[in-house]
């Protein structure tokens, strides 16, 4: 490379199964943090359906100066041939990986691909990267020393002599920059396969006013791999952000896919007033699980008066014992409250609950179908406990060899086995939970009533199968 030029960049989203095909925002958000240093080009994995020997003739030709990775656990194993694939095609090039799962097991990941990926930048990664972009030209990154690597928030190295490996950098301020650089994922190029499934108006976007869960929940990752703080976004840059998708990208439906879009009030009154004021008139949903306990009439009304229909919530379990213990701090009295609100207010509320989590038994499992059934739920998920790298429940079961036989975080095969169950037994009362929900005449009307084209039919029956199939 000449060096005066900027270093060019290639992020890659590693491909492997995923029910949701969306813009990938975390590289979005990187892209449009190193703009000023790098000149950037951004390969979705998963919507190009890459392989690594299309990944290899890609990297080749673009023949970029960095790549990186965004790996989550689900694509641990697509994520290492990638990374040979294109060490292979670039042998000059420096490799990096960040994403939750390199976050979570920094130098085990860094040993699984010995010796082809350089760094592993733990959680947020636009400081990192753009200290790495920015020294790239002068130095080259492989010679920057120890002490230098050292001081790059989030960097892990197996390193020349010492290992590095830094806590995951968690920024404060989120307002910079101020969007993904959308024109490198532009929502129009994505199949009718969003986040939760179901939209009313496409092309859909995802957007994020908040970043980071200060809970404890037993089975989430976030807290850890986000410091357990939340930050906020000014809510005028979200307005900003979305007139921009509606006008420049042709986006007709936006989803906060926050981590915790409601743990604050005040910030998600703010955000809905902002839109509100911003005419932008969009309507959007909230497709990951929201918490309850904000959700009072005032916030319920301002967000459907911001363009809201839809909200999904973490409900988790109709058994009081394995609410306990997965510390998530609900009472069902108050789900069901909360809720009823939801519903009256004319909003599609979407449950999600989790089967198959430690200690649960059968009469448990029947408890939640039971539950699910008795609230004014639109639709109701019933995934498979996965202990994923990261989560308090992974710590726990880390420490007994027997719990983590077998265990699994591809999210296609059922990922952790409790006391009681077979596989396959686990994998029927999954099976019995969504029949049970849908097979109620309501519910699979206001399911089919949901599906609204043959794409959208398609990926829905895509992921139906790949829910209830996989053992
Ligand atoms: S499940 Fe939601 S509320 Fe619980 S820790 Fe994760 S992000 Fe936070």
Redesign the pocket.
């Known amino acids: 490379m000449n060096m005066s030029q900027k270093p060019h960049l290639l992020l890659v989203k590693v491909p492997s199964y995923s029910d949701v095909i969306a813009p990938p925002l975390g590289l979005g958000y990187l892209a449009a943090a190193v703009r000023d240093s790098a000149r950037v080009s951004l390969l979705d994995g998963v919507r190009l359906g890459l392989t690594p020997k299309k990944l290899y003739s890609t990297a080749k030709s673009l023949n970029p100066d960095m790549v990186g990775f965004s790996v989550v656990s689900a694509a641990k194993s697509p994520a290492v041939q990638c990374i040979g694939a294109v060490r292979k095609a670039l042998p000059k090039a420096v490799i990096l990986a960040g994403g939750p799962h390199p976050t979570a097991m920094p130098m085990e990941f860094l040993e699984e691909t010995a010796p082809h990926l350089d760094f592993v930048l733990r959680g947020e990664a636009e400081e990192g990267l753009r200290i790495l972009c920015r020294e790239f030209p002068a130095q080259g990154v492989q010679d920057i020393s120890p002490d230098d690597l050292n001081k790059i928030p989030g960097m892990a190295a197996i390193g020349k002599d010492t290992p590095i490996c830094r806590p995951p950098a968690v920024r404060e301020d989120i307002n910079d920059p101020a969007m993904p650089a959308w024109d490198l994922m532009p929502p129009g190029q994505y199949p009718k396969a969003p986040h939760g499934a179901f939209f009313r108006r496409f092309p859909v976007a995802p957007a994020l006013t908040s970043r980071g ?1 200060s ?3 037993g089975f ?1 990752s ?2 850890a791999l986000t410091g357990g703080k939340i930050r906020f976004r000014a809510p005028q840059l979200v307005a900003e952000e979305l007139m921009a998708l509606k006008t420049r990208f042709g986006v007709q439906e936006a989803q906060i896919i926050d ?2 879009f409601t743990a604050n009030k005040a910030h998600a009154l703010n955000t809905c007033r902002a839109l509100i004021n911003s005419g932008v008139n969009l309507p959007w949903t909230c497709p990951n ?1 929201v ?1 309850m306990e904000n959700l009072d009439k005032e916030l319920i009304q301002a967000m459907k008066g911001a363009g809201c229909y839809s909200v999904s919530l ?1 409900l988790e379990s109709g058994s009081a014992k394995v609410l306990n213990r997965m510390k998530k701090g609900l009472s069902l009295d108050h789900v069901g409250e909360r809720v009823e609100l939801l519903a009256k207010a004319g909003l599609e509320v979407n449950g999600f609950f989790i089967l198959g989590y430690p200690e649960e038994t059968r009469q448990d499992m029947k408890a939640t179908l039971d539950f699910a059934k008795s609230l004014p739920l639109t639709r109701a998920n019933f995934s498979l406990f996965t202990p994923l790298p990261g989560c308090p429940e992974w710590e726990r079961l880390s420490a007994d060899p027997a719990a983590m036989e077998g265990l699994t975080t591809t999210f296609s095969q059922v990922g952790y086995v409790p006391q009681g169950f077979s596989r396959s037994s686990l994998k029927r009362q999954q099976r019995k939970a969504f029949l049970g929900f849908y097979l109620q005449r309501r519910n699979a009307e206001r399911l089919l009533a949901s599906l609204r084209s043959r794409e959208a039919v398609y990926y829905f029956a895509r992921r139906a199968w790949h829910w209830m199939g996989a053992s």
């Open positions: 869960c809970y404890g929940c989430c976030v807290p981590d915790n699980g918490r973490g």
